[in-house]
């Protein structure tokens, strides 16, 4: 920093005329103004988890700070040289007077997306925590659309995710109509699967064990199928019984995670519409368990499980 400091003031003393003397107090001005200017270029971040799904929340950096680009967000999601995370979740003012936060979701690959449940869970939870005389219920903003939270009594963490879509064109998805079931040929292998717009797009395959599926080889083939024009996220979902189900989700732009929010609902509700599940499921994860509730079509989807902080800090963009 010093040295920084030191590299820009020779550069400020060398700009003037010949023979220009500084007035006194000038050099310690413009040192205090170079510091001002470089702590504008630090963002004050929250790391979070939700069923080991692990973000950086932070407020959206100033003007003044730059721009947050795609090659940046890859820096601060290396897990070895940056922060590393599955997303990052930029908070911005409240678009509309109604709700507490508009957020934005970056995959680690520094693509933005619509929606992420998890992520929204754990905003939901940061919130109450820095405010919590503003109740347990709050209402949040994103590209996906407008979630409702609740933070329970027992630390868990509510969200309602919205009514799924499974109008193809809502992903988008190139088919030629709404259906239970479609299907695919990826490696010379036949699939069939489901899909569900939860704010952002999803297919989910039934396969008879998670801990044997194919997640590495068939995630990527799935996610870049020209099938979806803006890629998808890919669900393996293993149904144990009408009320419990195991899960794997390749996501978009990150691959693997031991948890997705939005993944989690998706395999839900594709299971729902095809009749292999109640209303009440639970979802088992490489990262833990949550809960899903949807009565049916036309309803809002809740989703339910933990959202924990882990560390706080600063880092330069």
Not at 120 to 125: K, S
Not at 308 to 313: D, K, L, N, S
């Amino acid at each position: 920093m010093a040295h920084t400091l030191d590299r820009l003031l020779f550069f400020f003393k060398g700009s003037g005329h010949q023979g220009f003397t500084q007035p006194p107090g000038v050099c310690a001005r413009r040192r205090r103004a170079l510091r001002g200017m470089l702590r504008g270029m630090r963002i004050e971040f929250s790391k979070m988890q939700g069923l080991g799904n692990d973000f950086v929340v932070f407020n959206a950096p100033p003007a003044s700070a730059g721009s947050l680009d795609s090659d940046k967000l890859r820096a601060l999601a290396d897990r070895h040289t940056g922060i590393g995370f599955d997303q990052a979740l930029m908070l911005e003012s409240p678009r509309d007077a109604a709700t507490r936060v508009f957020y934005r979701i970056f995959n680690a690959d520094g693509s933005e997306v619509e929606q992420c449940g998890n992520g929204a869970r754990c905003i939901a939870a940061l919130l109450y925590a820095q405010q919590p005389g503003l109740g347990r219920e709050l209402t949040m903003e994103s590209g996906g659309g407008t979630v409702r939270a609740l933070i329970r009594e027992d630390g868990l963490v509510s969200v309602t995710m919205g009514v799924p879509n499974f109008d193809p064109a809502r992903l988008p998805m190139q088919a030629r109509g709404e259906a239970p079931h479609y299907s695919l040929s990826i490696a010379g292998t036949e699939l069939e699967f489901g899909a569900v717009s939860m704010g952002n797009p999803h297919i989910v395959l039934r396969v008879a064990d998670v801990d044997d599926a194919p997640v590495a080889a068939w995630g990527p083939l799935l996610e870049h199928h020209p099938m979806f024009p803006q890629r998808t996220n890919v669900g393996f979902m293993q149904i144990l019984d009408r009320r419990h189900i195991r899960l794997r989700v390749f996501e978009r732009g990150v691959g693997e995670t031991l948890a997705c929010g939005t993944g989690i609902c998706a395999a839900v509700a594709v299971g729902r519409r095809q009749g292999l599940l109640d209303a009440e499921v639970t979802v088992s994860l490489r990262g833990g368990e949550a809960r899903v509730a949807w009565p049916g079509a036309g309803e809002p989807l809740w989703l339910t499980g933990p959202a924990t902080a882990v560390f706080t800090g600063s880092i330069e963009i």
